[in-house]
C-alpha cells in the first residue's frame, strides 16, 4: 500500500527547533558477552532505552518508527554478535541515528538495565546482589561521539553527628562504635568519555561502595547483619562525605584517564529522623579534581 503524503515532513504550527523527539521507554533483552576468570560470560541485561534526535523547526514531526528499527536491528545483531558493554550499544544507535534522520543535527540514547553480579557478606557468604546500569551516547553531526557509563548503587551511611551528640550526651567512652541514626544511601556516578576511552561498570560499583558507610545487602543472617550495623557504625558519613569519597576513589582508580573525561557524582539519602532527604552532588571534569585534591 503507498500513501499519499508523510505528515512528518510537513509545515507545523509554528516553527520552533526541538531539542530532543523520539521514544521512550523502550524495553529490550541485550546480549553481553565478557570474558572471566573462569571463561566466557553471558549476561542478558534488561534494558528501558530512550531514543531521541532534534528536530528543525521547519519540520511537522520525526519519524520515530525509525528510531525502534535502529534499536531492534541493534538488538537483533547482539544476538549474532554479543557486545561487550551497553554504551557500545547507546554509541551504535546514535551513529545510525544520523543515517536514518537525514534532517536531524544531533542523536541521543539513554539506557538503564539491571544487573547482578556475585559478591560476599562482611563474613564471606556468597550472594548476589542487585545493581542498576546506566549507559548513553551522544553526536551531533560532524561532531564528535561521546559515550557515558555509570552505576546506581544502594548502601547505607551512619550519621557522625548524631554519633558524637549520643556520646556527649551519656558521656560514653568506649571502644566500640557509638549509636547514631541511619540513611539508605542511593549514589550514582555517571562517566562521560569519548570514543575509545572506556570504563569497567563493575569498577564503578566497586569505587561508590567503597565510599558509602558500608554496602548493603539482600539477605542477611543474625552474626552478618550485626557485622554490617558494627562496620558501619564504625565509619560514619554525611552524605557530602559520600560523594568526597567517590571523586577521591575515583581520581585514584584512573590516573590514565583524560582531563576531559566529565564526572556526576549523586547521593541522595533517605533520612530516618527526619521527613525529607539529604542530597549532595559534584559534577567536574576530571582534570579539575585532579587540580583540586593536589
Known amino acids: 500500500m503507498t500513501l499519499k503524503c508523510d505528515l512528518q515532513y510537513g509545515k507545523g504550527d509554528s516553527e520552533y527547533r526541538l531539542s530532543r523527539v523520539g521514544v521512550k521507554g523502550v524495553r529490550k533483552p541485550i546480549l553481553v558477552q565478557r570474558d572471566g576468570i ?85 563474613l564471606g557468604k556468597d550472594t548476589f546482589e542487585s545493581y542498576t546500569l546506566l549507559a548513553g551516547g551522544h553526536i551531533e553531526r560532524d561532531g564528535e561521539l561521546t559515550k557515558m557509563v555509570g552505576v546506581e548503587v544502594i548502601g547505607m551511611t551512619a550519621c557522625p553527628c548524631g554519633q558524637q551528640t549520643v556520646t556527649e550526651m551519656l558521656e560514653i567512652e568506649s571502644k566500640y562504635p557509638v ?82 573525561v566529565y564526572i556526576d557524582v549523586v547521593s541522595d539519602s533517605e533520612e530516618s529522623i527526619h521527613k525529607h532527604d539529604a542530597f549532595a552532588e559534584r559534577e567536574a571534569l576530571l582534570g579539575e579534581l585532579r587540580m583540586e585534591n593536589q
Open 179 to 260: 549509636m547514631t541514626h541511619n540513611q539508605r544511601n542511593v549514589c550514582s556516578l555517571c562517566v562521560y568519555m569519548p570514543d575509545g576511552v572506556t570504563v569497567e561498570a563493575d569498577d564503578l560499583i566497586d569505587i561508590v561502595e567503597a565510599s558509602f558507610s558500608s554496602p548493603t545487602f539482600e539477605l542477611l543472617k543474625r552474626p552478618d547483619e550485626g557485622q554490617v550495623i558494627i562496620n558501619a557504625h564504625s565509619n560514619t558519613k554525611f552524605v557530602e562525605d559520600v560523594v568526597r569519597a567517590v571523586l577521591d576513589n575515583f581520581v585514584k582508580k584512573y590516573p590514565e584517564l583524560p582531563d576531559d
Open 38 to 122: 573462569n571463561g566466557t560470560l553471558n549476561n542478558t541485561l534488561n534494558c528501558s532505552i530512550d531514543i531521541f534526535v532534534d528536530l528543525p523547526g521547519d519540520q511537522k514531526g520525526s519519524h520515530m518508527s525509525r528510531n525502534v528499527e535502529v534499536l531492534n536491528e541493534i538488538v537483533e545483531e547482539s544476538v549474532r554478535h554479543p557486545i561487550t558493554a551497553i554504551e557500545d550499544v547507546a554509541a551504535d544507535i546514535c551513529k545510525k541515528l544520523l543515517v536514518r534522520h537525514e534532517y536531524a543535527m544531533e542523536a541521543q540514547v539513554n539506557i538503564e538495565a539491571e544487573y547482578f553480579r556475585a559478591t560476599k557478606t562482611p
